[in-house]
Nanobody, 113 residues
Framework: VQLQASGGGLVQPGGSLRLSCAASGNIFRINALGWYRQAPGKQRELVATIRSGGSTVYADSVKGRFTISRDIAKNAVNLQMNSLKPADTAMYYC????????WGQGTQVTVSS
């Protein structure tokens, strides 16, 4: 499985960004897609995941602000991020889970005035 992430950038506090991650390869074996993030000096942490059945899990820090969704036709997972805060600044990574875990390259999100 190959993962190609896009959509990061610089945004002011309170703004919005939409991240996308396109999956290719043995995608029929994927049972979950998700987004993780890693800020400088911190461990990588879960942001949100969505399973093949549609169930979702969110980090407490993003609940009510971020929404994860799947675009089945495009084999993609999206992360709509609203009401962004400086604390959301991090490198965001797409993750696919089958019998093993696959990571995409990161996309930088910077929230700053």
């Amino acid at each position: 499985v190959q993962l190609q992430a896009s959509g990061g950038g610089l945004v002011q506090p309170g703004g919005s960004l939409r991240l996308s991650c396109a999956a290719s390869g043995n995608i029929f074996r994927i049972n979950a897609l998700g987004w993780y993030r890693q800020a400088p000096g911190k461990q990588r942490e879960l942001v949100a995941t969505i399973r093949s059945g549609g169930s979702t899990v969110y980090a407490d820090s993003v609940k009510g602000r971020f929404t994860i969704s799947r675009d089945i036709a495009k084999n993609a997972v999206n992360l709509q991020m609203n009401s962004l805060k400086p604390a959301d600044t991090a490198m965001y990574y797409c993750r696919a889970e089958s019998s093993i875990v696959f990571w995409g390259q990161g996309t930088q999100v910077t929230v700053s005035s």
